[in-house]
T-cell receptor
Framework: KQEVTQIPAALSVPEGENLVLNCSFTDSAIYNLQWFRQDPGKGLTSLLL???SQREQTSGRLNASLDKSSGRSTLYIAASQPGDSATYLC?????????WGAGTKLIIKP | DGGITQSPKYLFRKEGQNVTLSCEQNLNHDAMYWYRQDPGQGLRLIYYSQIVNDFQKGDIAEGYSVSREKKESFPLTVTSAQKNPTAFYLC??????????????FGDGTRLSIL
């Protein structure tokens, strides 16, 4: 059964730093991997989607990579800002289902 | 603007009571989903529907029911059989896409608590 893990559960860094969030999964037979952002008490916003045949996707200051063979994805955030503070979740797609990690709560200190 | 509307934002349930959470979308998406989110855990799928008048159980369907009478609407009923309903409930929709390159879009959620 597919399991998705995000470590660490929480991360606090000073403004301006570059940082990496990690996501690992146990079964490499995925259609895609997605990164989402969730603000407190809110729904989820899709950030990046990487197809299983792709290695990375970029959007602005965000870059997501995918290594299926090792069951890993990273989300790189460049030049972090206080507005980046949120919980970041990754999910892998199997068929029509998404299997979710528990998220990393990110705090950017001004 | 196109999007997903969930209501109410907060909901309280008494013992033995059924409650219904509303989810409406104007994105013209065929697929809709209900997830439950508990602290420290990933989202878990309750039910999903890919077409009107058809829906499938997810991983934690016990104690919940849904209907899909209209493309735009996918209400979730939390029945009295669900003994631990306190959670944050999220509704999502997406294009039915066998190529698997379409993200799911989410509403702002309903927080359900027991009185």
């Amino acid at each position: 059964k597919q399991e998705v893990t995000q470590i660490p559960a929480a991360l606090s860094v000073p403004e301006g730093e570059n940082l990496v969030l990690n996501c690992s999964f146990t079964d490499s037979a995925i259609y895609n991997l997605q990164w989402f952002r969730q603000d407190p008490g809110k729904g989820l916003t899709s950030l990046l989607l990487i197809q299983s045949s792709q290695r990375e996707q970029t959007s602005g200051r965000l870059n997501a990579s995918l290594d299926k063979s090792s069951g890993r994805s990273t989300l790189y955030i460049a030049a972090s800002q206080p507005g980046d503070s949120a919980t970041y979740l990754c999910a892998v797609r199997e068929g029509y289902q998404l299997i979710w990690g528990a998220g990393t709560k990110l705090i950017i200190k001004p | 603007d196109g999007g997903i509307t969930q209501s109410p934002k907060y909901l309280f349930r008494k013992e033995g009571q059924n409650v219904t959470l509303s989810c409406e979308q104007n994105l013209n998406h065929d697929a809709m989903y209900w997830y439950r989110q508990d602290p420290g855990q990933g989202l878990r799928l309750i039910y999903y529907s890919q077409i009107v008048n058809d829906f499938q159980k997810g991983d934690i369907a016990e104690g919940y029911s849904v209907s899909r009478e209209k493309k735009e609407s996918f209400p979730l009923t939390v029945t009295s059989a669900q003994k631990n309903p306190t959670a944050f409930y999220l509704c999502a929709s997406s294009i039915v896409d066998e190529a698997s390159n379409q993200p799911q879009h989410f509403g702002d959620g309903t927080r359900l608590s027991i009185l």
